[in-house]
C-alpha cells in the first residue's frame, strides 16, 4: 500500500475508475488549461479534475465552454500559445466539434483530448462504440484505446509526451470505453510526481509559440499554393510518431519499472493456433473465454491493438503471420466498405497485404450500443476461426454476433 507521503501525493495504489485515472494523469502532467462541457460518458473525467482544483491539489485554468465547438476552440487556441491543455467529449458531442478537431491536427497542435466512446446518434445511445473516436484517423490525430485503467496512466502519460515533441506535434485522443472503462472502478497504482516529471518535459514550442514578441502567422489561407505542401508536411509528422512512441515507450518502461509493448498486448499467443484481434475492453471477455476454451484443448490468443494511429503494421504482420488464421473484432462498423466488414478488419486486412504468410481472416462486428459481449459470443466467433483455419479456406462473409433475428 502507499506511504503517508505518496497518500498525500496521490502516488500508490489505488481503487479508481477510469476516468478518475485520467483526472489524476492531468494532474500529474500539470496541465494548464481545460476546457469542459457535459455530455456522458466523458464529462466524469471533469468532474474529478473539478474536485482536484477545488480542493487545492490542482492548479490549472479550468474554463466551462458554452458547447462542445467552443470547448476544443479554447484548448485549441491555448496550445499555440504555450500551455499544456486537456478537454474530451462523447459520441455526437465529438462530431460537433469536429471543425476545431480537424483544425488541431492541419495545425500541428499538441492537444490531448479523451473520447468516451459511445454510439452516435440517431437512435439515440449512450453505449460504447468506437466510430466517434474513429472520425478522426485520417486527420492527422493520434488514437489509442486502453483496455484497464491502469493502461490509462501508460497511454495517458504517452499522449503527452509524444504529442508535444516537436518531431510530432500532432493531437492524441485517449479513446476509452463509456461505461467499461469510463465508471469501472480497478485497482491501480499511481506514479509519483517526482517521477512523472523525469518522463514528461514541459511542453515547449520554441519557434511556433503564438506571441507578441514572437510575430508569426497561424493558419493562413494557402490553397493551391501551399496546402499540399502543408499535408505533406503533416505526413510526415504521423510517420515520425511511430519511432517517437517507440523511444517514449522505452523510457516509461525504464523510468517506471515496467515492462510493457508498445503497440500490441498479446494474450496466450505462445503455442496458440488462431487469434482474435481487437481494441479496447473486448479483452476481459476475450481472456476469459479463451482460458474456458484452453480448458477444451483449443490452441486460441488473443492480440489487442493499443495504439491504432500510429498503426503499428510491421509489428501486426510479424504477429499475425504466426497463426493459422485469425478473427477480428470491430466494435465499429463502415458500411459499405470492403466485405462490409467494420474499420479494424479491413485496416488489419490492408496491414497484412503483401506479407511473407498472410493468414486467414475473418471478420466480426459485435458489441455494438454498449451491448454486453458474452462468453458465449466469443466462443462462437472462435469456433469459426478455429474451423476456417483446421480447413485452410477463407471465409470472407463478415458476421454480426448477438444480433436478435
Known sequence: MATATEQQQGAGVHLLTGSEVMAHVCRLADVDVI??????????????????????????????AESEHGQFEIVKHASACGARVFT?????????????LAVTAGLRLPMVALVGCRALDDPGAFGTEHNDAMLVRDLGWMINFPDTAQEVVELGLLSYRVAEDPRVYLPCAIAMDGAFLTHSQATVRLPGQEEVNAFLPPYDRGDLLLHPDNPITIAPQANEDWLMEVRRQSSEAAKNSYGVLKEAHADFCKTFGVDTDPFLDEYMTEDADVVLCGMGTLSLPVKVAIREMRKEGKKVGMVRLKWFRPFPTEELRASLSRFKAVGVIDRDYSFGSPYHGGIVFNEVKAAMYGADKVPHMKGFVCGLGGREVLLEDVK???DKVISMGQNDAADNDVDWIGVRD
Open 35 to 64: 476546457t469542459a462541457y457535459p455530455i456522458r460518458p466523458y464529462d466524469t473525467v471533469m468532474q474529478y479534475v473539478s474536485k482536484f482544483i477545488a480542493e487545492g491539489d490542482f492548479d490549472a485554468d479550468y474554463i466551462p
Open 88 to 100: 474530451g467529449s462523447s459520441g455526437v458531442g465529438w462530431l460537433y466539434a469536429m471543425e476545431p
Open 380 to 382: 462462437q466467433m472462435a
